[in-house]
């Protein structure tokens, strides 16, 4: 069974950093694109990051390029976001998602970790 | 990338059907047939329900149905159940760096 389990959120303020955390378990992580997708309180749902098997690949967002850095460990079967320069706007329930073999889509979603950004 | 637009609720009655539109651009929906669907309810996680604009997953009952014309797809359920309300929402592959794009949403009432 595909099990995705976020962890690293919190309370943080302004201008702070934050470390998200996703372990994968139930198929071979290291295999498969990796995705952070994030959704503020009572609204939709927003792609953050994707990266490749063997991370040589990193895409973002606009709205967190220079702020965000996504990561995997492979040995560890774990994934990453790295979030500095936090804004109130980054308010959200992170998720972490496996995407489609071959395809840019995500299929397997962890449960979400909330971030709040607030002085 | 802009959301893909989509209505904001949808209802009917058990047994009923009904139908979501998800309306993008020559570059996302109409460009290429990565169109996926997600049932959110409340406090969980998005379950994939479509793939590939028409596809299943595995556990995925075929009274969602998935479709597209041009740059809108489609969400069909049919036979509603009270279990199938929730938030309903399209995505699609953009074009570029492996990112996609969600829609705005859809809640989806069983009246």
């Known amino acids: 069974e595909v099990q995705l389990v976020e962890s690293g959120g919190g309370l943080v303020q302004p201008g702070g950093s934050l470390r998200l955390s996703c372990a994968a378990s139930?198929?071979?992580?290291?295999?498969?694109?990796m995705s952070w997708v994030r959704q503020a309180p009572g609204k939709g749902l927003e792609w953050v990051a994707n990266?490749?098997?063997?991370?040589?690949?990193?895409y973002y967002v606009d709205s967190v390029k220079g702020r965000f850095t996504i990561s995997r460990d492979n040995a560890k079967n774990s994934l990453y976001l790295q979030m500095n320069s936090l804004r109130a706007e980054d308010t959200a329930v992170f998720y972490c998602?496996?995407?489609?073999?071959?395809?840019?889509?995500?299929?397997?979603w962890g449960q979400g970790t909330l971030v709040t950004v607030s002085s | 990338q802009s959301a893909l637009t989509q209505p904001r609720s949808v209802s009917g009655s058990p047994g009923q059907s009904v139908t979501i539109s998800c309306t993008g651009t020559s570059s996302d929906v109409g460009g290429y047939n990565y169109v996926s669907w997600y049932q959110q309810h409340p406090d969980k996680a998005p379950k994939l329900m479509i793939y590939?604009?028409?596809k299943w997953p595995s556990g995925v009952p075929d009274r969602f149905s998935g479709s597209k014309s041009g740059n809108t797809a489609f969400l069909t359920i049919s036979g509603l159940q009270a279990e199938d309300e929730a938030d309903y929402y399209c995505c699609s592959y953009a074009g570029s760096y492996s990112s996609y794009v969600f829609g705005t949403g859809t809640k989806v009432s069983v009246l």
């Open positions: 590939d604009v028409s």
């Open positions: 998602a496996r995407l489609l073999a071959a395809r840019p889509l995500p299929d397997y």
């Open positions: 139930g198929f071979t992580f290291s295999s498969y694109w």
């Open positions: 990266i490749k098997q063997d991370g040589s690949e990193k």
